[in-house]
């Protein structure tokens, strides 16, 4: 499908929110080529398109340690590293101050359930990626990803004051 406006339903990659985040996402594929292999898209060597615009991007090799790895970049761009053991990859997710959404592939349903409790996101979708979800669901995230859940009965424990109420009963409890 080609990038494009948003509103054609021929399209279904429109352009960043504004020219700051436009600037950011380009900033986070430039570092990206720096401390990794880019495997596509990032062509743009320094021409700005002027409808805001990023191609998808992929990484592959990046050290956990890069910048592209340990913050949010809110852009068409993943990375994608490979593990051996699992409790490596879990780790490896965790060691970030962010958890919004996580995406995981597998098709062994065990490791599913067993991996997406111990990733500490708000979030995670499996064999799907981000911004696919469930509306119907509480929506938010761990650590620097923000508190609380929006969405149904999540977002209206903001709005109440929970009130505990004890009564003494002749005969119970002394």
Known sequence: MPLSDPKDPKVNHGPQADRVQYDTVL?????????????MGGEQNGIKDPNGLVP??????????AQIMKE??????VVINTFVEEQDVIDKANDTEYGLYAALFTKDLDRALRVSKKLESGMVGVNC??????????????????????????SMDHFLETKSIFF?????GG
């Open 72 to 77: 949010e970049v809110f852009g068409p761009v």
């Open 56 to 65: 998808p991007v992929i990484f592959t090799d990046q050290p956990e340690d």
């Open 168 to 172: 003494k009963v002749a005969g119970i």
């Open 27 to 39: 900033k986070y594929i430039e570092l990206g080529k720096k401390s990794g292999n880019l495997l």
């Open 129 to 154: 990626a981000s911004p696919t979800g469930c509306w119907d669901l509480p929506f938010g995230g761990y650590k620097g990803s923000g508190t609380g859940r929006e969405s149904l009965l999540e």
